[in-house]
């Protein structure tokens, strides 16, 4: 059985939830076992499997705080979701090399999830809009 459009959104919603709390456990516990974690244009390429994916929210939390997404847009089809979402919150460390400095940071975030039939996430393609996360990062 395909899963619902609120199935998806419970997932997501959850795994969001963890990622503003920083609980890296409840993040990969989202996630499928075998799961393929891929932030778009990340040096490291996609990984595969939850522990894979440990290292890149070990650096996100460590340079992003107070994190919070709000959905703008969700579009869904059979056992995927295309989400549109608003990120904002503060970058203390040095996220995607830059120095953060404690400044409060504002971006679009596009995710595209294929999910388990059991609602886990199996696949993770992440989109950032890095032309504004370089222009707020970069300013004096």
Not at 37 to 49: K, L, Y
Not at 72 to 100: C, H, M, Q, T
Not at 101 to 114: M, S, T
Request: glycine share 10%; proline share 6%; charged share 25%.
């Amino acid at each position: 059985m395909p899963l619902t459009p609120e199935q998806m959104d419970r997932t997501i919603d959850t795994d969001f939830g963890h990622e503003a709390s920083d609980d890296i456990e409840g993040v990969l516990a989202t996630l499928a076992p075998d799961v393929t974690h891929d932030i778009v244009g990340s040096p490291t390429g996609p990984t595969h499997g939850r522990e894979s994916a440990r290292g890149f929210y070990e650096h996100l939390f460590a340079d992003l705080t107070e994190s919070k997404v709000t959905p703008v847009k969700r579009l869904y089809g059979r056992n995927f979701l295309v989400d549109e979402s608003l990120w904002e919150g503060r970058a203390p460390g040095r996220p995607f090399g830059i120095e953060g400095r404690g400044r409060a940071l504002a971006f679009r975030i596009l995710h595209v999830l294929e999910f388990t039939e059991a609602g886990q996430i199996q696949r993770e393609n992440v989109w950032l809009d890095m032309g504004a996360i370089l222009r707020q990062l970069q300013q004096d």
